[in-house]
């Protein structure tokens, strides 16, 4: 399946060069004293048809120069390189000096570097950060810069001493891509329902997870919002990945309220890939496999939120530097996990509440009561049982609640908020919600993937959640539906009319369904909420 390309958007690392020593940052050294006089100033150059603007400054070190190093002074200097493109184009290295042995120039203590586990013995390291480039490119684009600086003064510099290959401990700590979706779907992605709530509620199950979910809606509901997944939850999210990540849905420093023409005016939505989030940093070797993980990611994220993604200007907003294009090579799609994670949990809760004995709901009652967390000795105390019971009652709700020895917790803030939520509607008759529960969400193990009703909620992306104080369920529809019958759109009558004709025919009683609150969707951001209608009663 065809899907938008994405467009990076920052990247930072290391680029190291061995093959030539240091004679790189000698040359580099020569380039700004002998051209420049120290500071080469605003430099003007043409590389493919793009005016970009240069500048070669320098800096001190902390690495103190050995004896040999002929530099009149206590430590070396370190050379920054910038340059600015088209519209936010930009690149800043910083070429420093490595070599075996390197010291603090006032304290004298060894300094780390890669260097430490490469067989060369000096080398030069260039720090890299960018905006708007691709990781090939911005490697390119340091050998093209140093020439043409290098020519302005005047000085010849080997076109292999920053244009050869590189080490292989060259690498990669910061790596987004990103596309720009059209405002009107922002909703899809951090509302209410979004999927980006959906991953909170439903990723971050696991004792110890760093899962956080950060918003700022300073200016605007989206302004800038993060799912922050370490290495173990992205994991979890998409099959086979191995690094952690950012999911982002972000506007501009200031927000556009009034010109819908302008790009700016919609959002980005961006996966970031970083060092701190999967404990090292990245092999530039494996910049393609980067962009990959990042390109699945996104498109994904995409696809579970409804946004769809074909290249389609109607849904992605081009910019000067992102363009509506179909991606020269397509992604893995994977089917949406927060369903699945959501049926799972519901399902687990079922059975493990149907056979609750008195201790049981105690525990969880207890549990409620105090926030979600407790000592195992507290919910003795607290509920009149000896430990050995309480040990017992765990271990019978193993799977709802989560005990490492020193505190007892429910597995998942979506559990804790079910089971609070059956506690204050029901007060506290546990049981007989759990089988309510099971009879409205259709839960039990005998229920068979292929029967009639779980075929229509295939067809209409429906399912039925949000069980209310009064017992009755919500039956939500995630296709956008009309009422009108002349519409394209599927028409809500006829389409609740096959729910019941669907639900009858498994021998369910009616009423169950005819009490039920309905929420379809009138539009990729709008709701309405109503009842079955009387007239699918017959």
Not at 80 to 108: C, S, W
Not at 140 to 169: C, I
Not at 397 to 414: E, P
């Given at each position: 399946?065809?899907?938008?390309?994405?467009?990076?958007?920052?990247?930072?690392?290391?680029?190291?060069?061995?093959?030539?020593?240091?004679?790189?940052?000698?040359?580099?050294?020569?380039?700004?004293?002998?051209?420049?006089?120290?500071?080469?100033?605003?430099?003007?150059?043409?590389?493919?048809?793009?005016?970009?603007?240069?500048?070669?400054?320098?800096?001190?070190?902390?690495?103190?120069?050995?004896?040999?190093?002929?530099?009149?002074?206590?430590?070396?200097?370190?050379?920054?390189?910038?340059?600015?493109?088209?519209?936010?184009?930009?690149?800043?290295?910083?070429?420093?000096?490595?070599?075996?042995?390197?010291?603090?120039?006032?304290?004298?203590?060894?300094?780390?570097?890669?260097?430490?586990?490469?067989?060369?013995?000096?080398?030069?390291?260039?720090?890299?950060?960018?905006?708007?480039?691709?990781?090939?490119?911005?490697?390119?684009?340091?050998?093209?810069?140093?020439?043409?600086?290098?020519?302005?003064?005047?000085?010849?510099?080997?076109?292999?001493?920053?244009?050869?290959?590189?080490?292989?401990?060259?690498?990669?700590?910061?790596?987004?891509?990103?596309?720009?979706?059209?405002?009107?779907?922002?909703?899809?992605?951090?509302?209410?329902?979004?999927?980006?709530?959906?991953?909170?509620?439903?990723?971050?199950?696991?004792?110890?997870?760093?899962?956080?979910?950060?918003?700022d809606n300073e200016d605007i509901v989206g302004y800038n919002h993060r799912v922050i997944l370490p290495k173990r939850d992205a994991q979890r999210l998409i099959s086979?990945?191995?690094?952690?990540?950012?999911?982002?849905?972000?506007?501009?420093?200031?927000?556009?309220?009034?010109?819908?023409?302008?790009?700016?005016?919609?959002?980005?939505?961006?996966?970031?890939?970083?060092?701190?989030?999967?404990?090292?940093?990245f092999n530039w070797s494996e910049r393609d496999e980067l962009k990959r993980e990042i390109d699945e990611t996104l498109i994904n994220v995409l696809d579970w939120s409804?946004?769809?993604?074909?290249?389609?200007?109607?849904?992605?907003?081009?910019?000067?530097?992102?363009?509506?294009?179909?991606?020269?090579?397509?992604?893995?799609?994977?089917?949406?996990?927060?369903?699945?994670?959501?049926?799972?949990?519901?399902?687990?809760?079922?059975?493990?509440?149907?056979?609750?004995?008195?201790?049981?709901?105690?525990?969880?009652?207890?549990?409620?009561?105090?926030?979600?967390?407790?000592?195992?000795?507290?919910?003795?105390?607290?509920?009149?049982?000896?430990?050995?019971?309480?040990?017992?009652?765990?271990?019978?709700?193993?799977?709802?609640?989560?005990?490492?020895?020193?505190?007892?917790?429910?597995?998942?803030?979506?559990?804790?908020?079910?089971?609070?939520?059956?506690?204050?509607?029901?007060?506290?008759?546990?049981?007989?919600?759990?089988?309510?529960?099971?009879?409205?969400?259709?839960?039990?193990?005998?229920?068979?993937?292929?029967?009639?009703?779980?075929?229509?909620?295939?067809?209409?992306?429906?399912?039925?959640?949000?069980?209310?104080?009064?017992?009755?369920?919500?039956?939500?529809?995630?296709?956008?539906?009309?009422?009108?019958?002349?519409?394209?759109?599927?028409?809500?009558?006829?389409?609740?009319?096959?729910?019941?004709?669907?639900?009858?025919?498994?021998?369910?009683?009616?009423?169950?369904?005819?009490?039920?609150?309905?929420?379809?969707?009138?539009?990729?951001?709008?709701?309405?909420?109503?009842?079955?209608?009387?007239?699918t009663r017959r």
């Open positions: 399946m065809t899907h938008v390309e994405t467009a990076p958007h920052e990247c930072e690392g290391n680029l190291i060069f061995t093959e030539h020593g240091l004679s790189p940052y000698w040359i580099i050294g020569k380039v700004l004293t002998a051209g420049f006089d120290g500071y080469s100033g605003d430099i003007e150059t043409e590389i493919d048809g793009e005016t970009w603007t240069v500048s070669l400054t320098y800096q001190q070190s902390g690495i103190a120069p050995r004896p040999e190093d002929d530099v009149g002074g206590d430590r070396l200097y370190e050379f920054r390189l910038g340059a600015y493109g088209n519209g936010e184009r930009k690149a800043n290295f910083l070429i420093q000096p490595r070599f075996v042995d390197m010291r603090h120039y006032e304290t004298d203590d060894e300094i780390s570097t890669p260097f430490d586990h490469i067989n060369e013995d000096e080398g030069v390291n260039v720090r890299f950060s960018s905006s708007n480039l691709e990781p090939d490119e911005l490697r390119r684009l340091l050998s093209l810069l140093v020439q043409d600086v290098a020519q302005e003064a005047d000085v010849h510099v080997n076109p292999e001493y920053f244009g050869g290959s590189v080490n292989e401990m060259s690498n990669i700590t910061t790596y987004e891509r990103y596309v720009r979706v059209n405002r009107n779907w922002s909703q899809k992605i951090v509302g209410r329902a979004g999927v980006m709530q959906r991953l909170m509620h439903l990723c971050a199950t696991e004792k110890g997870s760093k899962f956080e979910y950060r918003v086979g990945h191995r690094f952690g990540k950012q999911i982002k849905h972000y506007h501009p420093k200031h927000v556009r309220n009034n010109d819908e023409g302008d790009p700016l005016y919609h959002p980005k939505v961006g996966v970031l890939l970083k060092k701190s989030l999967t404990g090292h940093s409804e946004v769809p993604v074909r290249p389609d200007q109607t849904t992605f907003v081009p910019d000067k530097h992102f363009s509506v294009n179909e991606a020269e090579k397509s992604i893995q799609r994977q089917s949406d996990p927060t369903p699945e994670m959501e049926t799972n949990q519901e399902a687990l809760l079922v059975t493990v509440l149907r056979d609750l004995c008195d201790s049981d709901v105690e525990m969880l009652e207890s549990l409620v009561s105090d926030g979600g967390e407790r000592h195992p000795q507290a919910l003795a105390d607290q509920t009149g049982r000896g430990i050995s019971t309480v040990y017992r009652a765990l271990e019978r709700l193993q799977g709802i609640v989560r005990n490492d020895g020193a505190s007892v917790s429910f597995a998942s803030k979506k559990l804790e908020q079910e089971i609070s939520g059956i506690v204050e509607s029901t007060e506290h008759q546990i049981e007989n919600a759990a089988d309510r529960a099971a009879k409205i969400l259709n839960l039990e193990t005998r229920q068979a993937a292929s029967s009639a009703w779980q075929k229509w909620c295939e067809k209409y992306a429906a399912r039925i959640s949000e069980t209310g104080d009064d017992g009755h369920p919500t039956v939500r529809i995630d296709t956008v539906l009309s009422e009108l019958k002349s519409s394209s759109l599927p028409c809500v009558d006829e389409v609740l009319q096959e729910a019941l004709n669907a639900w009858r025919s498994e021998g369910r009683d009616p009423l169950d369904l005819l009490e039920a609150r309905v929420k379809w969707r009138t539009s990729p951001e709008s709701w309405q909420v109503g009842k079955v209608s009387v007239n």
